[in-house]
């Protein structure tokens, strides 16, 4: 069973600065990383996922993620936030078994100050 | 336009009553799925079909019965409403159900039961 767990419930940050949402995950196997982002009132929207090569991915809007087998992470990172990055990032592990089920960590709810 | 429209998004039920909360998908996708999201809990997986077939349930009560009349439709009829049914219920789809797919989510339809 995959879990994921994102640390920070909560990350109030500036406009400009940058910012780093953390995610861990638990799995023994080949597994697939996405970030998802979701406004308040909608649903959710993809960011980036990583599955092999660089471990460094790029998504839209700017954001970013690394990932590390060593430290079991898939952190999201951006250089310089908007005010319009103010939404709740999750984190989601789906496993390489040939059939799709996403898990979801608990979210990482970003506010950015203007 | 939206390409995954849920409907209503907005429901009130009484306790006891039976609902059935709506998904159609026009991005051509062969897998869809449920997902339920509250205060309580985080994103949490409920069904996945692919071609109109289960893959993989993860709801513990017989009330959620998901129903796929088209492929491009996967509806879920919940049964004997109970207050702790209350969340938004997002529902997805990917292009088929391979774990490396990125899930498409529509707005969610938010549920309230009384």
């Known amino acids: 069973t995959q879990t994921v767990s994102q640390s920070d419930a909560h990350v109030t940050v500036f406009e400009g600065d940058s910012v780093e949402l953390r995610c861990n995950y638990s799995?023994?196997?080949?597994?697939?990383l996405s970030w998802y982002i979701q406004h308040h009132g909608h649903g959710l929207q993809f960011l980036l996922k990583?599955?092999?090569?660089?471990?460094v991915v790029q998504g839209v809007n700017g954001f970013e993620a690394e990932f590390s087998k060593s430290d079991s992470s898939f952190h999201l990172r951006k250089a310089s936030v908007h005010w319009s990055d103010s939404a709740v990032y999750f984190c989601?592990?789906?496993?390489?078994?040939?059939?799709?089920?996403?898990?979801f960590g608990k979210g990482t709810s970003l506010t950015v100050i203007p | 336009d939206p390409k995954i429209i849920q409907k209503p998004k907005y429901l009130v039920a009484v306790t006891g009553s039976e609902k059935i909360l709506i998904c159609e998908q026009y991005l051509g996708h062969n897998a869809m799925y449920w997902y339920r999201q509250s205060a309580k809990k985080p994103l949490e997986f409920m069904f996945s079909y692919s071609y109109q077939k289960l893959m993989d349930n993860q709801t513990a009560s017989s009330r959620f019965q998901p129903q796929s009349s088209k492929k491009n439709h996967l509806d879920l009829q919940i049964t004997a409403l109970k207050p702790d049914d209350s969340a938004t219920y997002f529902c997805?789809?990917?292009?088929?159900?391979?774990?490396?797919?990125?899930?498409?989510f529509g707005a969610g339809t938010r549920l309230s039961v009384l």
């Open positions: 997805a789809s990917s292009q088929d159900g391979q774990s490396q797919n990125t899930l498409y």
């Open positions: 989601a592990v789906s496993a390489n078994t040939g059939y799709q089920n996403f898990y």
């Open positions: 799995y023994g196997g080949s597994i697939y």
């Open positions: 990583y599955y092999s090569g660089n471990p």
